[in-house]
């Protein structure tokens, strides 16, 4: 059973630095697309950016475009996302997230770590 498993969110101010972390166990972990994903209260879901099986390939949404880094280091099974230059409209639930190379969805997700930016 794959798993997903955020970490690193917390309470940060304007302009400050943060960087979640995603363990997945329960399957090969080169074998994923991975992505992060974020809800702010009383919104829907939106994709923050998301990374290719090793590497290679990356890309964002445009508000975080040149703030935001996702990448992973597969031999431990772990994605991140670093937050640069953080913004209180960042505030919500990020997830990560994982498909296989032949799933057209995201079919796994974790439960998500909280991010607050205070202005």
């Known amino acids: 059973q794959v798993q997903l498993v955020e970490s690193g969110g917390g309470l940060v101010q304007n302009g400050d630095s943060l960087r979640l972390s995603c363990t997945v166990s329960?399957?090969?972990?080169?074998?994923?697309?991975m992505a992060w994903f974020r809800q702010a209260p009383g919104k829907e879901r939106e994709f923050v950016a998301a990374i290719s099986r090793y590497g290679s390939s990356k890309n964002y949404t445009d508000s975080v475009k040149g703030r935001f880094t996702i990448s992973r280091v597969n031999i431990w099974n772990t994605l991140y996302l670093q937050m640069d230059s953080v913004k209180p409209e960042a505030t919500a639930m990020y997830y990560c997230?994982?498909?296989?190379?032949?799933?057209?969805?995201?079919?796994?997700w974790g439960q998500g770590t909280q991010v607050t930016v205070s202005s």
């Open positions: 997230a994982a498909r296989r190379k032949d799933e057209d969805e995201y079919n796994y």
């Open positions: 329960g399957g090969t972990f080169k074998d994923f697309f």
